[in-house]
């Protein structure tokens, strides 16, 4: 395992498998009721500048259940906020902790942080990816279909950071994936040229019902990501469609399961019906975020 995990394109496939792997066992023995403080002692410093409910409880319960504690900085009450470099912060939370844990707005910063951090540095989400996220998502679509390889997964939506890491991490593990997303609103760059590597195994279209078809997942996100909220309006227009509805569902698989990262947003990227029908899948990826982030910790931090 390297060092950090600041996105997934980083990772090899059995890096992957291994923390997915590892997922399943923390759960399997937290279900038990088997304790498990592997991290007894460590601490994990969370910094957040922006939003978060599922990656801060997740990561803070985490820690907690590992033995360890966290430590919650917000880039308004700490020097974050005025502008102290992130070289600094990344050498003083060294000394004091035994991980870092960053969600904000540049790769770069997190990819910076953890070049001048001595310790473990994981990504809890940028404009680029989300790389727990799609540690989860896989988790959850392994318990519920009994393996990865071979599946189709369709995103419909915004070429976004789970657009990002949705391609990486499916093709990496021997998925196929279709991303249905307006053409001026396409995955990264970096990203694509990355698809190109899995012939056969990728497709990116506006054409929804094309992308969907024998979808074995179908996973959508917000329109608007944080920090886009002024663009709205405007978005709206574009993906006003690009939905995950009744008539999606028909052309996937008999079966296909419905993922979404969360926060939902009702009416626009899925409707009530189809979230609700889905619901179950939804909160296990959403419950799954715990497991497969105590994995990343138990891996990185041991
Ligand atoms: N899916 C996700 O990362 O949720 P939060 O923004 O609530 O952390
Ligand atoms: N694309 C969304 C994901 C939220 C988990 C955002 O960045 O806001």
């Known amino acids: 395992m390297k060092k950090d995990l600041l996105k997934l394109l980083d990772l090899s496939s059995e890096e992957i498998l291994e923390i997915l792997d590892t997922a399943d066992q923390l759960k399997a023995m937290r279900k038990a009721g088997i304790q498990h403080p592997f991290l007894a002692g460590k601490t994990l410093a969370m910094i957040f500048e922006k939003s978060s409910t599922r990656t801060r409880v997740s990561f803070e319960t985490g820690i907690y259940q590992l033995g360890g504690n966290a430590i919650y900085l917000s880039d308004k009450d ?13 050498r003083v939370l060294s000394r004091f902790c035994d991980g870092i844990m960053i969600r904000t707005f540049a790769q770069e910063e997190v990819e910076t942080l953890a070049q001048y951090a001595t310790i473990p540095v994981i990504n809890g989400l940028t404009d680029f990816c989300h790389p ?22 369709c995103y419909i939506g915004d070429g976004n950071n789970m657009a990002n890491s949705l391609i990486v991490g499916c093709l990496k593990v021997g998925m196929k994936v279709s991303i249905a997303c307006p053409e001026t609103y396409k995955p990264d760059p970096e990203v694509l040229k990355f698809a190109e590597g899995y012939p056969g195994m990728f497709q990116c279209t506006p ?82 975020r715990l497991h497969a982030q105590k994995a990343v910790m138990y891996l990185l931090m041991k």
Not at 78 to 90: H, K
Not at 132 to 152: F, N, P, S, W, Y
Not at 207 to 234: H, R
């Open 78 to 90: 700490s020097q974050i906020g005025r502008n102290e470099p992130v070289q600094d912060t990344a």
């Open 132 to 153: 727990c996220q799609v540690l989860a998502d896989l988790m959850t679509i392994r318990e519920h279909k009994g393996k990865l390889e071979g599946l189709k997964l």
């Open 207 to 288: 054409d929804i019902l094309d992308a969907a078809k024998d979808a074995d997942a179908l996973y959508t996100d917000v329109w608007a990501s944080m920090g886009q909220e002024g663009e709205f309006n405007e978005r709206k227009k574009v993906f006003e469609g690009y939905q995950i509805n009744d008539a999606v569902m028909a052309v996937a698989h008999e079966g296909a399961m419905v993922q979404h990262c969360l926060p939902a947003h009702r009416g626009e990227e899925i409707t009530a019906e189809v979230f609700e029908a889905h619901a179950d899948e939804i909160f296990d990826e959403a419950e799954n």
